[in-house]
């Protein structure tokens, strides 16, 4: 199974063949979402939420998003991983920043980063490239700023917000971005943008037009209980998850559980050496 590239995916958005990305957290998920054929693996810092239970994206560290992208990387064969540089991780400076992405790749095995911010982080993402690390964009909705400003808020309802983001857009392909995220944007926007690009763009919750699509793993099957409005749930396991688990409580209080094919002996010559070495004991 050949692994894609970054370059991989530039190909795939001139020939007009939409990318799929998802997230994913841990080995067992990664290694079932590479087998179908996902060319994206996304390590995303949406693991502060959808795994640890925290409230918002601001609260992974460094450390935990390395844990979860070595997991997510030995699994996957063929899909790209990108690793989600946290808050904090990358807005100090430049040389923080490289220095992060570094671990990144060497602690975490990811394959590329992704950083949050437009034309102001222009700068750092080029940095980072400039030191042989590909670079994700991710503009629109940044969650690591909008929980504390605006708000997670649809954009690209304006002209001058379709100009910014635009803006964005292009100062990050020109860094060297080799892909950009474009997260709850109007439709109308984010295909203008897409048109405009000549890297893939990704869209989360951004309409039809962009080169690709991302969904978070755990909106995707049905475990998360606050989807964002634009996800889908293609299965619903948490009630799967639910009827198992009581199921396996139900079991276990009636006996049921385990039963005879999951039990084992000793055999009965040894048995019977046990008992009658038991009857020289004192009774406890």
Do not use: W
């Not at 991710?138 to 379709?162: A, C, E, F, N, W």
């Amino acid at each position: 199974m050949t692994k894609l590239t970054t370059r991989d995916l530039i190909s795939m958005k001139r020939r007009g063949q939409k990318i799929t990305m998802i997230t994913a957290y841990d080995y067992p998920t990664a290694l079932i979402a590479d087998k179908t054929g996902i060319d994206v693996l996304l390590v995303g810092d949406s693991a502060a939420m959808v795994v640890l239970g925290e409230r918002d994206t601001r609260f992974i560290t460094l450390e935990e998003m390395l844990v979860f992208s070595k997991a997510v990387s030995r699994a996957a064969e063929r899909a790209l991983v990108v690793g989600d540089m946290p808050f904090m991780s990358y807005q100090v400076s430049a040389e923080e920043a490289v220095r992060n992405a570094g671990r990144f790749v060497k602690e975490g095995r990811v394959d590329a980063v992704k950083v949050e911010g437009g034309e102001e982080f222009s700068e750092i993402i080029s940095r980072i490239v400039r030191s042989g690390i590909p670079v994700m964009g991710h503009i629109g909705v940044t969650p690591q700023r909008d929980v504390m400003s605006t708000g997670y808020r649809l954009r690209g309802r304006k002209v001058d917000d379709l100009e910014r983001l635009l803006r964005d857009a292009l100062s990050l392909e020109r860094a060297g971005a080799f892909s950009i995220v474009l997260e709850f944007v109007t439709e109308e926007a984010a295909r203008i943008i897409t048109e405009r690009l000549s890297v893939p763009v990704i869209g989360v919750g951004s309409g039809l037009y962009c080169d690709g699509q991302c969904l978070v793993v755990h909106d995707l099957l049905g475990i998360y209980p606050n989807p964002p409005p634009f996800s889908k749930a293609y299965a619903n396991l948490s009630s799967v998850m639910a009827g198992a688990i009581e199921k396996f409580r139900d079991d276990v209080i009636s006996s049921r559980f385990p039963d005879e094919s999951r039990r084992f002996h000793m055999d009965k010559e040894e048995l019977e050496k046990v008992q009658e070495r038991l009857k020289g004991l004192p009774e406890v």
